[in-house]
């Protein structure tokens, strides 16, 4: 999101130059109108703009120049008369009304930035550290926090090598905050220990529903109506396969020669906590996992990003181009696409992982080569 970071950092630029401008206007319109109108109101709004745009130095020496100003145009059109001076003791308290403002908005600001950085610290200890590294996969992560919130999200993600495979798991919890967190805390726990105890994918999927079901029975008030919309995925040792249980979360993507296939599940499945409303029942789909192809998981905070006319992020048609077999450029080019999109501001936390299977990795890749194997995203049966 640097590129976002960095456009709405040149805005605010410009915008600092408002208040000026004003004062430039009020002085040129005033000579042009030879005094037939007062252009004071102008010179007055100069400090009040100057409040939430610059500092409070800026917001003061506003105020003084739109004084110097009003003095300059009665000097060269006319003699001072009485009625100028509660003009110009007008401008004198806009000016430290403008002042006042200006310290209560830094403080605002300087509050929510503490906030922020308060929740991305405790998101960072939360979440653990993803090893670049997991068997033949090259392993990358990111989490984007919202610019305009200031509490805990609800995203996770993990991956573990175990006796039966490598299995990774993505999840976004609902809500906020300290509840969000020991939802989080608690998944990423039974995810871990079922990794090492369950033997296939259907017994994880069903030990985190459990977990999340025994968390909402313990839980009071917004807690009790929790859950979590998740994709936990399963790669065999043969690294032949993608094995995925999608929880009503968003459809992971497999990047590869180009190509993007979202790898929809079968039939829709409920988010975890309300399993119990559809059986326990867990549809597992079967994918072909070519060497140097790219796993891409994310959470809503992407595909719900929207842009000034409410559009949707879309990232199928920007990994749609010959990329490198490399997770960490497959986030690069998303994270830049969100940020053009939305021009740097998320509207809510985002999460991504995505793994790569090594291109010289030992698979049969003689379909792919020949073209066979096109649509890798279909399903391989169960």
């Given at each position: 999101?640097r590129?976002?970071r960095?456009e709405?950092g040149e805005r ?6 408002l ?5 430039v206007?009020?002085f ?6 030879l005094?037939?109108?007062s ?9 009040v703009?100057?409040?939430p ?10 105020g ?11 000097d ?13 003791v007008s401008?004198v308290v ?13 403080r605002d ?15 960072r ?10 068997g ?10 919202a ?7 609800g ?6 090598e175990?006796p ?10 609902r809500g906020?905050g300290?509840?969000?967190v020991?939802?989080v805390?608690?998944?990423l726990g039974?995810?871990?220990?079922a ?8 017994s994880v ?17 917004a807690?009790t109506e929790?859950f979590?919309t998740s994709?936990?995925?399963e ?13 009503g ?13 979202p790898?929809e599940?079968a039939a ?8 119990a ?6 549809p ?7 060497a ?6 994310f ?6 990003a929207r842009?000034q ?23 690069d ?14 509207q ?5 992982f995505a793994v ?9 890749t ?6 066979t ?6 399903l391989?049966g169960?």
């Open positions: 999101m590129n976002g960095r709405a605010e630029r410009w915008l600092r130059w208040p000026a401008a004003l004062l206007s009020a040129v319109l005033d000579l042009f109108l005094n037939n109108v252009t004071f109101p102008l010179l007055a709004a100069a400090p703009l100057a409040a745009l610059l500092s409070l130095r800026g917001t003061i020496a506003t003084v120049a739109a004084n110097a100003v009003g003095l300059a145009l009665v060269l059109e006319r003699e001072p008369a009485r009625s100028d001076v509660t003009a110009f401008l806009l000016t430290v009304i403008a002042a006042g403002l200006n310290v209560l908005l830094a600001r300087q509050q929510l930035k503490t906030s922020r950085e308060v929740a991305a610290a405790m998101q200890a939360v979440l653990p550290e993803l090893p670049r590294r997991v033949r996969l090259t392993v990358a992560s990111r989490y984007e926090v610019h305009k919130e200031a509490a805990i999200g995203d996770l993600f993990a991956i573990h175990t039966h495979g490598i299995r990774m798991l993505i999840a976004d919890v906020k300290l509840e969000a020991r939802t805390n608690a998944l039974s995810f871990r220990e990794c090492l105890h369950q033997p296939d994918l259907p999927v069903r030990q985190l529903e459990h977990r999340m079901r025994a968390g909402i029975e313990e839980a009071s008030g807690e929790s979590a994709v936990v995925v790669i065999p040792f043969d690294y032949s396969e993608l094995r995925i249980a999608n929880r979360h968003a459809a992971p993507l497999l990047v590869h020669g180009g190509r993007v296939v790898l599940p829709p499945s409920l988010p975890l906590g309300l399993g409303l559809g059986g326990d029942e867990v597992v789909e079967r994918f072909d996992l070519p140097g192809a790219t796993l891409l998981l959470t809503d905070g992407i595909d719900e842009d006319d409410d559009v949707f992020f879309d990232p199928v048609p920007v990994l749609s181009r010959h990329l490198p077999p490399d997770p960490e450029v497959v986030l080019t998303v994270l830049s696409a969100v940020s053009r999109h939305t021009g740097g501001e998320l809510d936390d985002a999460a991504l790569t299977l090594d291109a010289d990795a030992d698979t049969d003689s379909d792919a080569d020949t073209g194997t096109a649509e890798h995203g279909r391989r169960a």
